[in-house]
């Protein structure tokens, strides 16, 4: 069974960078499919972040583009987010998730527990 | 306001059968790209509840089916259970947006 863990402080300052690392276990992201960022909000729904290949390509929601990097780590199967210039805006449970492609259509097969971060000073 | 209009709410007794509609445009769901479903437990990460349309991945109850026709998706879920008490969300790929979700709707069991 796949397993991916997020992780991360639980308190970034406003215009400060929030970084996230989603460790993956049973199953190895050299092997494939790609792998995502998706947050919620307090009391609202799923956005879409971004994501990653094993082979590094990215894709970055518009929204966030110009603050999101997004970047994969295979020796340690892990991958991560790092978000610069947060508001209060950015407070949110962030879920890692891994995606299946069926080219061009894709679902979110396996999610991470979610890791609740705030922006605050 | 979201790319895929959900019912932001739905009810209904023990035994019956609820729908949840998702409905998108010609730039998603009517490209035509696939839709998905996902079941969100209070306090839990979503899970994949239906996949391309109407597929079931193993261990998800045939009382859950999906349907898709032109711009629109539904999520039927028929002999309503307690357990089945939860926020579903429908999730599509839109052609100038990327990978967009439903607002969500919650099912409650009456």
């Known amino acids: 069974q796949v397993q991916l863990q997020a992780s991360g402080p639980g308190l970034v300052k406003p215009s400060e960078t929030l970084s996230l690392t989603c460790a993956v276990s049973?199953?190895?992201?050299?092997?494939?499919?790609?792998w995502d960022w998706i947050r919620q909000p307090p009391g609202k729904g799923l956005d879409w972040i971004g994501s990653?290949?094993?082979?590094?390509?990215?894709y970055y929601n518009p929204s966030l583009k110009s603050r999101l990097t997004i970047s994969v780590d295979t020796s340690k199967n892990q991958f991560s987010l790092k978000l610069t210039s947060v508001t209060a805006a950015d407070t949110a449970v962030y879920y890692c998730?891994?995606?299946?492609?069926?080219?061009?259509?894709?679902?979110?097969?396996?999610w991470g527990q979610g890791t609740l971060v705030i922006v605050s000073s | 306001q979201s790319v895929l209009a959900q019912p932001p709410s739905v009810s209904g007794a023990p035994g019956q059968r609820v729908t949840i509609s998702c409905t998108g445009s010609?730039?998603?769901?009517?490209?035509?790209?696939?839709v998905h479903w996902y079941q969100q437990l209070p306090g839990t990460a979503p899970k994949l509840l239906i996949y391309?349309?109407?597929n079931r991945p193993s261990g998800v109850p045939d009382r859950f089916s999906g349907s898709k026709s032109g711009t629109s998706a539904s999520l039927d879920i028929t002999g309503l259970q307690a357990e089945d008490e939860a926020d579903y969300y429908c999730?599509?790929?839109?052609?100038?947006?990327?990978?967009?979700f439903g607002g969500g709707t919650k099912l409650i069991v009456l």
């Open positions: 999730h599509s790929y839109d052609t100038s947006l990327s990978w967009v």
């Open positions: 049973a199953y190895s992201i050299s092997s494939g499919y790609y």
């Open positions: 010609s730039s998603n769901i009517g490209a035509p790209y696939d």
């Open positions: 990653i290949h094993h082979s590094g390509r990215t």
């Open positions: 391309r349309n109407s």
């Open positions: 998730a891994r995606r299946r492609d069926y080219g061009g259509n894709s679902d979110f097969d396996y």
